[in-house]
């Protein structure tokens, strides 16, 4: 199972471009990277996957290194309520430590 | 559309004592996942239902154990609880039994601390 590497915690400036990173370096032709985000006390909550090439939809772009060895989270203007632990995972979700810790990001005024 | 839903949101038990998480899954959804999360770490795989049968399980001993009824709800039985077990127990629906490329939709989660 592939496994992901995240910093522990960043933080941007509201209304700026929250870019947040991940290395998958031994994954899969055939696997997927997933984004999930989990604000205090809540669910996760789905953002975005990709397999190959980068991806878009309305709440973030997903930027996939042509190697496949890491990727990038984009949220093109971050506001507070984006403020939440970014999980960026390889499935199988039944693979251990699959989420692992996750990026804290801190969204301040 | 109904998101997934999961109850009751807290619940305080003793060592020792038995406990039941009930989760319903979003509209369309057959499949359900249990996850346990400790505080401050992500979430882990408990075990995952599918035609009201356990299909895959994660890491956790047989005190753990679930059930899938025929409208696709499930529940989450622990038994003889430890201090360990106090987490946030997640439940997460998706579309097939693909765990590894399906998109899992959460709950809410049910907080459980034994005492």
């Known amino acids: 199972d592939a496994k992901t590497t995240q910093p522990p915690s960043m933080d941007c400036a509201e209304g700026r471009a929250a870019n947040l990173p991940c290395n998958h370096s031994t994954i899969s032709g055939n696997e997927y990277v997933y984004w999930y985000r989990q604000i205090h006390s809540q669910g996760p909550q789905y953002i975005i996957h990709?397999?190959?090439n980068n991806e878009t939809n309305e709440m973030a772009s997903l930027i996939i290194t042509e190697d496949r060895k890491s990727s990038t989270l984009i949220l093109p203007h971050a506001t507070l309520r984006d403020t939440a632990v970014y999980y960026c995972?390889?499935?199988?979700?039944?693979?251990?430590?699959?989420f692992g810790d996750g990026t804290t990001l801190t969204v301040k005024p | 559309d109904a998101g997934v839903t999961q109850s009751p949101t807290h619940l305080i038990k003793t060592r020792g004592q038995q406990v039941t998480l009930r989760c319903s899954p979003k509209s369309g959804h057959d499949t359900v996942s249990w996850y346990q999360q400790a505080l401050g770490q992500g979430p882990q795989f408990i075990f995952q239902y599918y035609e009201e049968e356990e299909r895959q399980r994660g890491n956790f001993p047989d005190r753990f154990s679930g059930h899938q009824f025929p409208n696709y709800s499930s529940e989450l039985n622990v038994n003889a609880l430890l201090l360990g077990d106090s987490a946030l127990y997640l439940c997460?629906?998706?579309?097939?039994?693909?765990?590894?490329?399906?998109?899992?939709?959460f709950g809410p989660g049910t907080r459980l601390t034994v005492l």
């Open positions: 990709g397999l190959k």
């Open positions: 995972i390889v499935p199988p979700y039944a693979g251990k430590s699959t």
């Open positions: 997460a629906s998706s579309l097939t039994r693909h765990l590894s490329t399906d998109t899992q939709y």
